[in-house]
């Protein structure tokens, strides 16, 4: 079973930067298409920014310019940089790892809190 683990979630003022990681086990993690969603307090669960396995990378409006994803396949990681953090950013950010089978593995998601 492909295990999908975040961290580096935490409380954090206006401004302020995280990153985030989200580790995939198993061998096939150079192959899957990886991607960070978040579900704000009472808001649907929205997709932040994925990458494919070529790199190619794909960020929703609200996030350009400030958050980046990037992944290392040598240490099975996919990062999500967050800068110019605001307190419409808190929420659950959730990793999710897509196979080329279609079959999709999600973490049980880092909480990020943006203090004003």
């Known amino acids: 079973q492909v295990q999908v683990v975040e961290s580096g979630g935490g409380l954090v003022q206006a401004g302020g930067s995280l990153r985030l990681s989200c580790a995939v086990s198993?061998?096939?993690?150079?192959?899957?298409?990886m991607a960070w969603h978040r579900q704000g307090p009472g808001k649907q669960r929205e997709l932040v920014a994925s990458?494919?396995?070529?790199?190619?990378?794909m960020l929703a409006d609200s996030m350009k310019g400030r958050f980046a994803i990037s992944r290392d396949n040598a240490k099975n990681t996919v990062y999500l940089q967050m800068n110019s953090l605001n307190p419409e950013d808190t929420a659950i950010y959730y990793c999710?790892?897509?196979?080329?089978?279609?079959?999709?593995?999600w973490g049980k998601g880092t909480l990020v809190t943006v203090s004003s």
């Open positions: 999710n790892a897509k196979a080329p089978t279609g079959i999709e593995y």
């Open positions: 198993g061998s096939f993690f150079s192959i899957y298409t």
């Open positions: 990458i494919t396995k070529s790199g190619n990378t």
